[in-house]
């Protein structure tokens, strides 16, 4: 199967293994385990995986890990639920479950490479929409619907946005559903930053919810900050998660049992996780904005939900080489737009320790200085 180079991925596999200031970072500042059991008031959660009999376990999630993904979603239920490995693992079966040759797929630029890469390697016609950042990032829903055609299987959504931060508007989102459902198509959602928005409720509505052929992904490593027990889910119409379960038989059998129970920890106190980390993005967030301010070059619509901002700059310079030269020249680790298809931008990640996270856009700075900008 040929497959496009995943640009942010291989960038990242390069160069984040050996830097001073990683700016890249999309997770809300990991936990370390005695964090998760602290925020659980569970003394007894190291004890008991110290216990746990290492077999298999539940192929397709835990019981109790279903149930906890479902109370989520307002209309879900456990079967409704698949687990897998992280956020990119549920894409994957998703994906190669409902994709076939001659589909046509329609995606939208700035996204995860993954919803229009990986269904171009399945053989589909993929169509995709750049989206402006006059518009704050926003689809144009009459624009979408014209790029229907009678092949048309999915639209594949990423709400909140990475790099953007963007939130569809819940208007927007309507009517993108009416579209999806006037033309019988599946409506694909990435949600993995859902839990942390900055204002009103830490849930986005999620289009499991708002459409009977709406079909969403989630993953421990963003919102919940725990990227390393490689966590995810797909949560969709039953007859479909039934399918994704034959499917997963070929490619990833169960999720580890100690991810599993992890995960269910967490999913059952989600408000304490989500409090935590809102606060902590938010305080980063601030940081950014006053940079941001005082950068004449940049500029950036403000993220309504994530651990991401993509900041747009003006002087003569590609993203790939700007992004070369400050992990060169100051130890930043930066993402460069191109990877999303816009050159002129870079995406910052706030999600690490304030420290770092100063320390970086210090050394951004000082670099623009020593270069006359």
């Known amino acids: 199967m040929k497959i496009a180079d995943f640009g942010v991925e291989m960038w990242l596999n390069e160069k984040e293994t050996d830097v001073l200031y990683h700016l890249s970072e999309t997770c809300a500042n990991p936990l370390r385990l005695k964090e998760l059991e602290a925020l659980a008031e569970d003394d007894g959660l190291t004890e008991k995986i110290e216990e746990m009999v290492l077999d298999y376990g539940d192929i ?178 039953s007859d479909l998660i039934a399918d994704i379960n034959r499917h997963r038989d070929y490619h990833i059998i169960s999720v580890g049992k100690i991810d599993d129970y992890l995960a269910c920890i967490a999913l059952e106190n989600r408000e304490a996780i989500f409090a935590r980390n809102r606060h902590f993005c938010l305080e980063n967030l601030s940081l950014v904005e006053e940079w941001i301010r005082s950068e004449p070059h940049f500029s950036c619509v403000r993220p309504a939900c994530s651990t991401t901002c993509f900041i747009r700059f003006d002087f003569d310079m590609d993203s790939e080489t700007l992004c070369e030269r400050l992990h060169r020249e100051k130890s930043t680790l930066l993402v460069p737009g191109r990877f999303f298809g816009y050159d002129d931008h870079f995406r910052l990640g706030f999600g690490r320790e304030k420290s770092i996270l100063a320390g970086g856009l210090s050394a951004v700075s000082g670099w623009l200085r020593e270069n006359g900008l």
């Open 60 to 237: 397709t999630g835990s019981q109790r890990l279903k149930q906890a993904v479902a109370g989520m979603y307002e209309t879900l239920s456990a079967e409704n639920i698949t687990a897998a490995h992280g956020g990119i693992g549920a894409n994957s079966l998703l994906l190669m479950t409902l994709i076939e040759p001659e589909d046509h797929v329609i995606s939208f630029l700035p996204t995860y490479q993954q919803l229009y890469s990986m269904p171009e390697s399945l053989g589909a016609r993929v169509d995709l929409i750049r989206l402006r950042e006059e518009n704050g990032w926003q689809i144009d829903p009459n624009e979408l619907e014209t790029r229907i055609t009678d092949r048309t299987k999915a639209i594949c959504l990423n709400n909140p946005n990475n790099p953007t931060g963007a939130v569809i508007p819940e208007d927007t989102m309507k009517r993108i559903v009416e579209i999806a459902r006037k033309h019988n198509l599946y409506l694909i959602c990435d949600e993995a930053y859902r839990g942390l928005s900055y204002d009103g409720e830490y849930l986005t509505p999620s289009v499991a919810d708002l459409y009977e052929k709406g079909v969403a992904t989630g993953s421990m490593s963003k919102a919940f900050s725990l990227p390393g027990i490689r966590f995810g889910w797909v949560a969709g119409p």
